[in-house]
């Protein structure tokens, strides 16, 4: 079978070679298209796979219909909204993630972040600390489980709030030494920080509003590590025009980039590229989880990291 990495963002070298031997060792050919430009390119390498491995790289009806012998898309990654899960289900596609794989290196790039914006740029001016900031992680899942352990080394007091697992829940997750509250307004009211960790889903598009956005303490900041369809830009334009000390820092380029760039440019930052799974160590968890996922499938059907209905 004819296995294909599909990465517009590639992979680490390392992690190509390590995905390229677990594919052909279990007897399949292996291929790949890196750094396309263009669509076309996409749906042309796609005519002759049975299975493929990407990135946030989207797979909608029409590359599935350029792919007759699909049967299985593993996403390298948490998020998997660049999926066309209905088209997928509907043609008999397995699409899968691999939860978890790069949640250290998203969640090492928030306080990167952090500490940048904090340090202003290191331009040699002076900056400001984390330590004893109250930070707040909306939802609770793999990153932000790394977020509160390395925010605990920072001395920062950490809120959590999910809006899947119950307050029980959350309290029962001690280890990481978070402070659960009832609801997303309670988080907000609380922290000088909040860190964003849901999915991109219908119930949590641009549900970063003004109602939540007011609530914060002055100063405040916003970090995005998660999507930025979670954010109501309209919303966070209008706050940081009211507010003067309110910061938001994303990895994920704003609809409104220059806008925000144009109008705050102290206060609103982003990496050019979406940089937080971008580590070789990353690389490597998530593209040979997916790897070893894609050879358990063709073997035997296993799909336990199934994320679209059958
Ligand atoms: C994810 O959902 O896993 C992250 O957003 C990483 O996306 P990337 O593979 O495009 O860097």
Redesign the pocket.
Known sequence: MKVLIVTE?PFAPQAVQEIENIIENAGHTFGKLEKYTDKSQLTDAVKDADAIII??DIIDKEVMDAAPKLKVIVR????YDNVDLDAATQKDICVMNTPGQ?ANA?AELVFGMLLYVQRNHFDGTTGNELKNNRLGLYAFGNVAKMVARIARGFGMPIYAYSPILTHDDLRKEGEYGVISVYSAEELFENSDIISLHMPLLEETEKCVNYNLLSRMPNPAIVINSARKEVINEDDMMRIMEERPKFKYITDIKADRHDEFVAKFPDRYFTTPK?A???TSEANVNAGLAAARQVVAFLKSGDDRFRVNPK
């Open positions: 963002k990135r946030s390298a990654g948490a998020g790069n998203v979406k937080g799974a971008q």
